[in-house]
């Protein structure tokens, strides 16, 4: 019986997933999506082609793959739809768990009014509805995927969750649905998703069974999950390793490798803390050179210096056993780059990353910038300074670096 491997984020999401999976696909029978919603984002360049994917696994690129989007998945029917208007027909190669909660427009619709309730204390969401989505599910009033099969039931019962939720929908400037209004859309969803619809956790169990290889990826990075990330600003489900367990419905005896995905600096969408964020003109280097703009939201990333304290933290938390060093070529050209190995807190210094990070300062150790890793295959044909690098954030992380990114493209990887 074979073992699942997950690629999964270290930082504040946006590390580069997406590439990597798509390059480590070519190896894998299986491709599994376990959580998170169209608010992700992954960006994946192919002889200059740039693919946009939300809710499709990477691997989808991979003609010889089987792609799951989990159990664990919340899944707006609209945003797939049009997502899958960039593929010749996925029928076959795509299925979709018959248990992932579906994601409707009014999800979105409310996702966003109480963003602007919040004025200026708005976490900085997606306004995806992905947080309003995971609401139902955990209280029990959500809709899944599979009741796209009995599109007057799930209708009705769409329409009778609004009847009780009348007052809140007025207050918050919703305009309710009616009936048939609701029967027209989920009649469009089942005609367009029906053919991927499937019990996906009976399909990974068969998988494993029979030995394929399988990949699991998540959507967003380990400071974002609901529990350990940097609450409130978090999204709203487990981005860690444990979450693609649950994610996909397979034990933790099934886990074999854990890749960490980093980006060679540091980037966040939205707010909340962010103790290495450059506002300078360092931060706004990475940010025009690393096109740090959101796949989803297409909102401009804020870009500061790699924080080894909040990777080693991550890394602990995921169990890695090694990572995927993205992005490095952005940092070409500085005459010298920053590392942060320790935080200051209270007048002390802490090398722990602590669940309250107001009042947190970097300390940082300076290192030799060097001239351009772009496009090199070979590790010994990098520069100096930029071995030196990789090899301190090896040493202050504890996890070795296995795969590093030299561009965007597919191709410009070394893998050691």
Known sequence: MSKADIIVGIQWGDEGKGKIVDRLAREYDVVCRSQGGHNAGHTIWVDGVRYALHLVPSGVLN???????????????????????????????????????????????????????????????????????????????????????????????????????????KALGIEIPTFKECLKDILEYKKSLEPYIADTTQMVWKALGEDKKILLEGAQGTLLDIDHGTYPYVTSSNTVSAGACTGLGISPKDIGKILGIVKAYT????????????????????????????????????????????????????????????????LDGFETVKICYAYEKDGKEIDYFPTDLTKVTPKYETLLGWSSVKGVEKFEDLPKEAREYIGRIEELTGVKVEIISTSPEREDTIIL
């Open 63 to 169: 003609k010889h793959a089987i792609n799951i989007i989990g159990n664990g998945v919340v899944l707006s029917p609209t945003s797939i739809i049009e997502e899958l208007k960039q593929f010749e027909n996925l029928e076959g190669r795509l299925f979709i768990s018959d248990k992932a909660h579906l994601n409707l427009p009014y999800h979105s619709l409310i996702d966003q009014a109480k963003e602007r309730m919040k004025g200026d204390k708005a976490i900085g969401t997606t306004g995806k509805g992905i947080g309003p989505s995971y609401a139902d599910k955990i209280s029990r009033t959500g809709h899944r995927v599979g009741e796209l099969l009995n599109p007057e039931k799930l209708a009705n019962s769409i329409v009778e969750n609004f009847k009780n939720l009348e007052p809140v929908m």
């Open 267 to 330: 980037t966040r969408v939205g707010h909340g803390p962010f103790p290495t964020e450059d506002n300078g003109k360092a931060g706004d280097i990475m940010a025009d050179v690393g096109k740090e703009v959101g796949t989803t939201t297409g909102r401009k990333r804020r870009c500061g210096w790699f924080d080894a304290v909040a990777v080693r933290h991550a890394a602990r938390l995921n169990g890695c056993d090694s990572f995927a060093l993205m992005k490095l070529d952005v």
